[in-house]
Structures are given as C-alpha cells and as structure tokens.
C-alpha cells in the first residue's frame, strides 16, 4: 500500500498577450473547502493557504500583470481564498492543526489483480477453475482489509479507485455473487454476440468491473472487450437484450429500456451494496452549507416533506455554468462548490435543490427514444418556487460573472 500526499503546484503560464494562467488555484480552493467542511480551519491549512496567496502576489507583481488577467475561474478561486475569514471558519482540535493533510491511499498492484481476473472470468470457466478464481478474489479482499483496519483508515483516505476495487472484490468474493457473474457473463455473450456487428470481430469478451460509464467497447484485430458497470449482473434476459440493442445501435428506444432498468431495484441494490463494501464518503457538508439542510427546507416546503432522501454531495472543483446535476441512477443531487459562499443567500441554495429534485420527481420523458428533463410540467413546477425570478438573476449574474 502506497501513500500519494496532494501536491497543488503554482504555476504562472503566459498564453496571450493580455492572459495569464496559474495553475493549481483551483484545485487549491476545492481542497481548502473540502478541509475547512471536513476537519475545519487548521494552523497547517491556514499557514498553507496564505504562503500560497504570498507567492501569487508575487509571481503576478513580477510578471507586471492584474488579477483580472487571470481566467474568469481562477479569479473566483482567489476571490475565496482571499475571503476566508480564519477567526470564523470552524475549527480544529488544537492537536489536529498542526497535522499535515491527510494522504490518499491506494492499493498497488490491486488493479493489475482485477485486470487478470476479469480476463479470466471472461472466458469459459471449469468448477475448479472457478474455485480457484473465488480463492484468489478472497485472498486479495482479506489483504485490503487488514491492511485498512492496521492503518486506521476511514473512507474519505482511499482514493475513488482504491474504493472501487475494494468494493468489488469483496463484492465478487461472495460465492453467491461469483455464480451470478458467471451467470449473468453466459447470458450477455449470448444476447451480445447475436447483436454484434461485423465492425467489432469475434470473439466478445465480457466483463462487469468498475467503470463510471453505461459500457465501454473496443475492437481489435483479435477481437473485441465490452466493459459493463457491475451491477448489469442482475440484468434478466429481456434486459440483457435491450442493451445489446443499445451498444451495437439495433433500436432507438433501447437507450430508454437500459436506463429503466438501471433504475430498477436490482440493479440499484447491487450498486449500494458496491458503494458500501468500497466505503461511503460523506461529502454533503460544506463551508457555509450543509446540503442536508437544504434538503429538509425544500422537501418540507415544496413536497409536503414525501421526498425521499436523495444522496447530496458538492461538486470536486468549482464550476461557472452548471451549478447542480441531478443523477437518476445513483438517486444523487451534486451542488456546484461555487454556491458554497456566505455571500451566496440561501434561498439560491434552495432553489437548485429545488430544481435538481423536480428531475426527481418528474424523471424523464421519453420520445422516440431520446429522454428529456426540462419539459413544460418541469418549467411550470419550477416556477412554483417563491423567488423563481430572484433566483434565477442571481445566477446568471454569478455566471456572467464567472
């Protein structure tokens, strides 16, 4: 097991005559919003953020140019660091704050391991050769484990890979969860490979492994690899022959079937047990916000509080133009960082969890195959909010701005 400690380098880059670019700015700012929400504001943290915030004044005084010279999302990231307020940020324990920041941690070689596995289990397998992928599968599980629990380390110190493949192997370790791989592998290549087009030469080799994408297919001249997400293991025959439809384009309406069945309960149960067995991350507090009490405001308020919770979570980086995204199929409303600011008013916080809900409640509307968000009973709920219109100018404001 290896450790990574984030580096955020500074550096200044001329690219026109009248702009410049520092790199490393906002991943600062993601990063100085995430420490401040998770662990508060620390001596190290602060120490770090003004050294830095010191060496942009100089680089930018040496190089004779403005703060407005920066692109529009590097100036916001200034803006931030500049306006942290460290006497009323929250705060560490007094032993905390002089710790360094905590590493990220993954798992070498683990990926190397799946890769083999998954190579294996693509192909036609005997009881014993199955057994002894099973005894391979668990061996590499148990190592993770203890190599975690010796560590003390919780979930938010692995790396989303390192989360992923822990999930997955402990997952897949599972005798009952190893059958209906196979099994649901047997199924697909038999709905798959009848569907193949002659642009993708035989043989299909299948398998279900950690991707954050629908499939992924390549062609080669030996033949060719479609990586599904895991949970299609629990795809049933008639589901399986819509996604073949999907990936080798035999039906417009496919896209819809997949994505229903993606959102139903099997497929969704294997998901959250992934999730859980890699180790769930809770990232629904932030700086000035807490997404969670957004949430209750706006389900209270708007929907009679008969929402169910949605998993809430903050943008990684700030953003300038799409400020929330709601995703159907892991039921998760993302807020842009950019709206975690004091000087951002609640009532805008609200109003994008206003918005991203509606898609929960409405879903999409399906015609000839193509799904649609916003439609007209989506606007005319959206206008149901109190101050739509106020909402809506502060916004764009902010986005013109940014």
């Known amino acids: 097991m290896a450790t990574d400690k984030i580096a955020i380098p500074i550096i200044i880059q001329r690219r026109m005559s009248a702009s410049f670019h520092i790199k ?15 662990r508060g504001a620390g001596a190290a943290l602060r120490r770090e953020v003004e050294q830095t915030l010191r060496k942009v004044d100089e680089i930018i005084s040496s190089h004779g140019v403005t703060t407005r010279q920066l692109p529009a999302p590097s100036q916001a990231a200034l803006k931030f660091l500049r306006g942290i ?14 710790e360094p920041r905590l590493p990220q941690f993954s798992f070498p070689g683990v990926g190397r391991l799946l890769d083999r596995t998954l190579d294996r289990l693509s192909q036609d397998l005997t009881p014993e050769q199955v057994a002894s992928i099973r005894t391979s599968i668990e061996r590499a599980s148990r190592q ?19 989360r992923q493949q822990r999930g997955w192997l402990a997952l897949i370790s599972r005798a009952e969860q190893l059958d209906a791989y196979i099994t649901a592998r047997r199924m697909a290549v038999h709905y ?30 030996s033949g060719s690899q479609l990586r599904l997400a895991t949970p299609m293991v629990a795809f049933n025959p008639t589901q399986f022959a819509s996604l073949a439809d999907l990936v080798f384009g035999k039906r417009r309406s496919a896209r819809q079937d997949v994505l229903e069945a993606m959102t139903a309960e099997g497929f969704q149960a294997i998901r959250s047990e992934l999730e859980s067995l890699g180790g769930i991350v809770e990232t629904a507090r932030g700086q000035a916000y807490d997404l ?40 998760m409303v993302m807020v842009s960082r950019t709206l975690d600011d004091k000087d ?15 898609h929960k409640f409405h879903g999409l509307h399906w015609v000839n195959g193509r799904g649609y968000a916003h439609t ?15 909402a809506e100018r502060i916004l764009q404001t902010l986005a013109n701005s940014l």
Request: glycine share 4%; net charge positive; charged share 25%.
């Open 192 to 221: 798959l490979d009848a569907a193949r087009t002659n642009r993708y030469p035989p043989p299909l080799l299948i398998e279900f492994r950690p991707i954050n994408a629908i499939y992924k297919l390549q062609a080669s001249p």
């Open 376 to 390: 007209s009973e989506f606007q005319q709920d959206e206008r149901k909010f109190q101050q739509w219109e106020e």
């Open 144 to 162: 993770i484990e203890r190599s975690i629990q010796r560590r003390g380390l919780k979930a938010d110190q692995l790396t989303p890979t390192a």
């Open 292 to 331: 969670r009490d957004s949430f209750r405001r706006v389900n209270e308020k708007y929907f009679g509080g008969t929402m169910t919770a949605a998993r809430l979570t903050w943008s990684r980086t700030l953003t300038g133009r799409k400020f929330g995204h709601y995703d159907w199929i892991a039921d």
């Open 344 to 358: 951002v008013p609640p009532m805008v916080m609200d109003f994008i969890m206003f918005h991203e809900l509606l």
């Open 24 to 38: 490393g700015l906002m991943a600062l700012a993601s990063h100085v919003r995430r420490e401040l929400a998770a």
């Open 85 to 98: 307020n460290w006497n009323q940020a929250p705060a560490n324990d007094p032993a905390q704050s002089l």
